[in-house]
């Protein structure tokens, strides 16, 4: 079946990009490079991989399930790394995965969902510029994707820092998105670190692909991810955190209801036996024949219970 790419450029060496010329990869000698921005369910997507990419790149571009890695291959690169989900209705921490695989003069990038990194450079080349080679590519996509990771971390540092506001400063223990936020961070967290590992290795990964005058660029980019990792570590704590406080808080006040009932009950028991034996409809009850009896049982209840409370004062049960 015929293929229909996302996008499809050649980019020449001084970064000028025009629309690639045919779907096959260029030559050996040609100049520059070609791009071809690929969706992973175009029917006709398998069988091109399988036709012009080796075994290894063509199973690691359609494979279903992925995390972020890379791994050298031949004079190629194959490299999963994913991005912050920003589509319209998706959740950030759903991230997407873009499948890639690159050699001198060839650049292959797989996508099933939207990317807005990789959205900005589609832009660039439509306007007519690109990173003049692939390596350039790579680590100025890593380097989108990092800023996305980053910006999110940072949205989720502010949302943390007002709920702590709002809990330790203004007492407010009503917090129904503490729990979707920690499960964001984690699901972040989950997929972010494995991109860490992979961004650092690629920084340091022996291929022809990847000039040694680039590897500084992508060990900071490495860098960056890093922090967002340790800064989304810090959010987490900072949400255990809190959600221990609203623990210990609410088990706190159990306990203080709880006492106070049993108080109540310590006091109320004896009146209450001395009301119940009182109240039976047998002859010999004391004072049914006095007008003041009823008067004195009240007096009598009200000091017991008087009586109760100084004696639980006394012995600091209150």
Same mark, same amino acid.
């Given at each position: 079946?015929?293929?229909?790419?996302?996008?499809?450029?050649?980019?020449?060496?001084?970064?000028?990009?025009?629309?690639?010329?045919?779907?096959?990869?260029?030559?050996?000698?040609?100049?520059?490079?070609?791009?071809?921005?690929?969706?992973?369910?175009?029917?006709?997507?398998?069988? !091109?991989?399988?036709?012009?990419?080796?075994?290894?790149?063509?199973?690691?571009?359609?494979?279903?399930?992925?995390?972020?890695?890379?791994?050298?291959?031949?004079?190629?690169?194959?490299?999963?790394?994913?991005?912050?989900?920003?589509?319209?209705?998706?959740?950030?921490?759903?991230?997407?995965?873009?499948?890639? !695989?690159?050699?001198?003069?060839?650049?292959?990038?797989?996508?099933?969902?939207?990317?807005?990194?990789?959205?900005?450079?589609?832009?660039?080349?439509?306007?007519?510029?690109?990173?003049?080679?692939?390596?350039?590519?790579?680590?100025?996509?890593?380097?989108?994707?990092?800023?996305?990771?980053?910006?999110?971390?940072?949205?989720?540092?502010?949302?943390?820092?007002?709920?702590?506001?709002?809990?330790?400063?203004?007492?407010?223990?009503?917090?129904?998105?503490?729990?979707?936020?920690?499960?964001?961070?984690?699901?972040?967290?989950?997929?972010?670190?494995?991109?860490?590992?992979?961004?650092?290795?690629?920084?340091?990964?022996?291929?022809?692909?990847?000039?040694?005058?680039?590897?500084?660029?992508?060990?900071?980019?490495?860098?960056?991810?890093?922090?967002?990792?340790?800064?989304?570590?810090?959010?987490?704590?900072? &949400?255990?955190?809190?959600?221990?406080?609203?623990?210990?808080?609410?088990?706190?006040?159990?306990?203080?209801?709880?006492?106070?009932?049993?108080?109540?009950?310590?006091?109320?028991?004896? &009146?209450?036996?001395?009301?119940?034996?009182?109240?039976?409809?047998?002859?010999?009850?004391?004072?049914?024949?006095?007008?003041?009896?009823?008067?004195?049982?009240?007096?009598?209840?009200?000091?017991?219970?008087?009586?109760?409370?100084?004696?639980?004062? !006394?012995?600091?049960?209150?």
């Amino acid at each position: 079946m015929r293929l229909t790419p996302v996008c499809a450029f050649d980019i020449s060496p001084d970064g000028a990009a025009r629309p690639a010329a045919a779907l096959e990869p260029l030559p050996d000698g040609a100049k520059g490079y070609r791009w071809l921005h690929l969706n992973l369910d175009d029917p006709g997507f398998s069988d !091109w991989v399988d036709r012009h990419l080796p075994p290894l790149a063509a199973r690691s571009l359609k494979a279903t399930e992925t995390r972020p890695r890379v791994t050298a291959q031949g004079e190629g690169l194959v490299l999963t790394l994913r991005g912050v989900n920003l589509n319209a209705g998706a959740e950030v921490e759903d991230m997407v995965s873009i499948r890639i !695989w690159a050699t001198h003069n060839l650049l292959v990038t797989v996508r099933r969902r939207r990317i807005f990194a990789m959205d900005d450079l589609r832009q660039e080349a439509s306007e007519g510029h690109a990173p003049p080679t692939t390596a350039e590519f790579l680590s100025t996509l890593s380097e989108g994707l990092t800023e996305r990771i980053e910006t999110v971390s940072l949205e989720l540092d502010e949302i943390t820092e007002q709920m702590e506001t709002e809990v330790y400063d203004e007492q407010d223990e009503n917090q129904p998105e503490l729990a979707p936020l920690r499960r964001k961070v984690i699901k972040l967290r989950r997929h972010i670190g494995p991109q860490t590992d992979a961004l650092n290795l690629l920084a340091v990964i022996e291929t022809p692909v990847i000039p040694p005058a680039l590897r500084p660029r992508l060990h900071e980019n490495a860098n960056r991810a890093t922090r967002s990792v340790e800064e989304l570590h810090e959010v987490r704590e900072r &949400l255990t955190a809190i959600s221990d406080h609203l623990d210990l808080a609410q088990t706190s006040r159990m306990g203080r209801n709880g006492f106070a009932l049993s108080v109540i009950a310590v006091i109320f028991l004896p &009146l209450g036996f001395l009301t119940g034996l009182f109240g039976v409809n047998l002859g010999g009850i004391p004072g049914a024949q006095s007008p003041l009896g009823f008067l004195v049982l009240c007096l009598a209840l009200g000091a017991l219970g008087v009586g109760l409370y100084i004696v639980m004062r !006394w012995r600091r049960w209150l």
